[in-house]
């Protein structure tokens, strides 16, 4: 079985200010590692995924995320956080390159101004 | 193109009380995901269709929870009867195709007084 721990359950931010949002995971097997973002009254959305290839991947508003397979770790990252990047932020799992997704318990990401 | 739709967004029963959720998937997508997400907590993996078929339906509590996909379009999931603990937003996910990429409703919201 898999597991996911989020080690942060609330990162409050300044406008500007880089964030590290922390993730690490559990599994006997090779899985596939995912960011979800979730907005107020919204559903979730992917936010960026590593199925293989480059272990740094990167979402197209400057979030990027690196896989750390000695570290069973793949921590979120922005240099430099808006106000719209408030939001709950889940990293999950999958063995298989989406399908049946393990989620962590989620990071409330708050920017202010 | 359309997304995945959920109704009611809201829903407040007493325990012991009945209710059912229905979700349409997005046009085509023959996979289908509900998933239960305790405040506080990532969402939970309750059941996936394949079609109309059944692919994983081990973390559903089947005393008290249903889920049906007739047709392989839209599904209900029910809850009869209903706990305290059931108190949770339920989401409706579809893909076009076992591993490949979620797509997620925004939920209802169920609360068990």
């Known amino acids: 079985a898999q597991s996911v721990t989020q080690l942060d359950s609330q990162v409050p931010v300044f406008e500007e200010a880089p964030v590290e949002l922390r993730c690490n995971y559990s599994s006997s097997v090779s899985v596939y590692l995912f960011w979800y973002v979730q907005y107020p009254n919204q559903g979730l959305q992917l936010l960026l995924k590593y199925l293989s290839g480059s272990t740094l991947v990167e979402s197209i508003n400057g979030f990027e995320a690196e896989f750390n397979k000695s570290q069973t770790s793949f921590h979120l990252r922005k240099p430099s956080v808006h106000i719209s990047d408030t939001a709950e932020y889940f990293c999950?799992?999958?063995?298989?390159?989406?399908?049946?997704?393990?989620f962590g318990q989620g990071t409330i990401l708050t920017v202010h101004p | 193109e359309a997304g995945v739709a959920q109704s009611p967004r809201y829903k407040i029963i007493e325990k012991r009380q009945s209710v059912a959720f229905w979700c349409n998937p997005i046009?085509?997508?023959?996979?289908l995901y509900w998933y239960q997400q305790i405040l506080g907590q990532g969402p939970k993996l309750l059941i996936q269709?394949?079609?109309?078929?059944?692919?994983?339906d081990s973390q559903l509590p089947k005393d008290r929870f249903s889920a049906e996909r007739l047709k392989g379009v839209d599904s209900t999931l029910k809850i009869q009867p209903a706990k305290l603990e059931d108190s949770a937003v339920y989401l409706c996910a579809s893909s076009l195709r076992q591993s490949e990429k979620l797509f997620f409703g925004s939920g209802t919201q169920l609360s068990v007084l």
């Open positions: 999950a799992v999958s063995v298989s390159s989406y399908g049946k997704l393990t």
């Open positions: 269709f394949q079609n109309n078929g059944v692919v994983d």
């Open positions: 046009s085509g997508h023959a996979t």
